[in-house]
């Protein structure tokens, strides 16, 4: 079944035809800015329930809705090549018409060493010229946006190569204990499982000492954003970016955003001054330095911030959260089985997400482990990515990824994002254009 709207698509492809037929780039310019909408007539939200019903192979795009793409790009080629409208009037109407459409975020979750499968999942987009200029990340999603996010375009093609994405792929050896044993002395000794130094070390020399602002120049205008929470009662969790945080060094942020409880111990964060030596990012208060923590716990998928920040509007999620999937696998069982059960599926989930939400707000203190935190947030978006892990993948969670595993579960990123490739091109094809 269609929940799009049909007639207003089609009427609205007649029209655009019929005024690029009278030739009046102005008048084409017009009708435009009136109805160049991503979710115009519900399509984006046809296509997330479509994507979302079952495992099977997606349809196609619609025969209509890949007409209408297409007409609104070739006319938008059009206005640009035209020379009867000046260079400035061309700027101000693809800009404004730009930023009306909106703009298009990767989202990568915790989720510990399965994070590597985010790895895939922006591989297969970046190979379908289709990777975001947005990235976010919180746990282990903020050390795969990192190291994608600080890299040139060149870098990332040679890195998400077939002949050298095995070569290079990245040294994730972040945990200091080699089993077990060590990791509970090292708790017993410090109040957590792994060595928060070493930890460091291994992401300083894989991202170097780069801040925010040098690694958006770096990449040529991608934006990364790294969420982190505070240790504080009250503080809401901040979203650390070129914006909001442009001297913030990157694996200061990332360390902090991966400080799970009893992982690994809060984290200040460290700033580059002007002389490049490292500083508090906040002035020290009567209590220390203020330190932050894991960014999942509270907000591992900071779409409201993106929102506002940037103008993002379709959210492309990655997620390997080990409490999420087995939920996300319930109900897509659930909406695979008809539209009353997939109906009965959306209803509990919102419902759990109400009643989080309502604690927290009213009896705050009560939620002395995270569980509200953690299972009251957004899960998905409006395509989404979810690795269906093995029990063996997941006894391997808090321990060093090898590069077979890293390979393994990057494959598996790239095989399920594929199937919905269309609909995010789909999504993205007009921002792209513009």
Not at 23 to 46: H, T, Y
Not at 144 to 168: C, K, M, N, P, V
Not at 338 to 360: D, M, P
Not at 405 to 434: D, N, S
Request: hydrophobic share 40%; charged share 20%.
């Amino acid at each position: 079944s269609r929940s799009y709207d049909v007639e207003l698509i089609d009427e609205q492809l007649r029209q655009l035809q019929a005024q690029r037929a009278s030739g009046n780039v102005e008048e084409m310019m017009f009708l435009l800015r009136a109805d160049i909408l991503r979710n115009l007539g519900s399509l984006q939200s046809d296509c997330k329930v479509r994507f979302s019903k079952s495992n099977a192979e997606p349809p196609a795009v619609p025969r209509a809705v890949r007409q209408y793409m297409a007409e609104l790009k070739s006319q938008l080629f059009s206005i640009a090549q035209d020379e009867t409208v000046t260079i400035q009037e061309k700027l101000v109407f693809l800009q404004e018409t730009r930023h009306c459409f909106g703009r298009t975020a990767l989202m990568m979750s915790g989720g510990g060493t399965l994070g590597t499968f985010h790895v895939g999942v922006a591989r297969a987009l970046n190979r379908k010229h289709l990777l975001p200029r947005v990235l976010a990340g919180s746990s282990v999603g903020s050390i795969i946006a990192a190291i994608i996010g600080s890299r040139t375009q060149e870098e990332l093609d040679e890195f998400f190569s077939e002949e050298h994405f095995w070569d290079l792929l990245p040294d994730l050896t972040f945990f200091s204990g080699n089993d077990s044993m060590s990791a509970m002395k090292h708790y017993l000794r410090t109040g957590a499982l792994h060595d928060i130094d070493f930890f460091q070390r291994c992401l300083r020399a894989l991202l170097g000492d780069l801040t925010f602002q040098e690694a958006y120049d770096r990449s040529g205008g991608r934006i990364l954003s790294v969420c982190v929470c505070a240790t504080t009662t009250g503080e809401k969790p901040r979203l650390l970016n070129y914006l909001t945080s442009p001297h913030v060094v990157l694996w200061s942020a990332v360390a902090a955003s991966c400080a799970f409880p009893s992982l690994f111990p809060p984290q200040p964060l460290l700033a580059k001054s002007r002389s490049g030596a490292f500083v508090p990012w906040l002035p020290e208060g009567k209590l220390g330095p203020r330190r932050w923590r894991d960014g999942s716990l509270e907000a591992d998928l900071p779409m409201d911030n993106l929102r506002e920040l940037f103008n993002c509007n379709y959210f492309i999620v990655s997620q390997t959260n080990p409490h999420i999937v087995p939920l996300l696998r319930v109900k897509r069982w659930f909406t695979s089985r008809g539209s009353a059960l997939a109906l009965w599926a959306y209803f509990i989930e919102s419902e759990w997400k109400h009643r989080c939400r309502q604690v927290l707000d009213l009896i705050p203190g009560v939620d002395v482990f995270d569980v509200f935190k953690l299972f009251g947030q957004q899960w998905e978006g409006d395509a989404t990515a979810v690795m269906w892990y093995t029990w063996k993948q997941f006894s391997h969670i808090a321990s060093n990824p090898t590069r077979e595993f890293l390979f393994e579960t990057a494959t598996m990123g790239e095989k399920e994002i594929w199937p919905q490739l269309a609909a995010i091109e789909h999504a993205c094809g007009i921002e792209l254009v513009l």
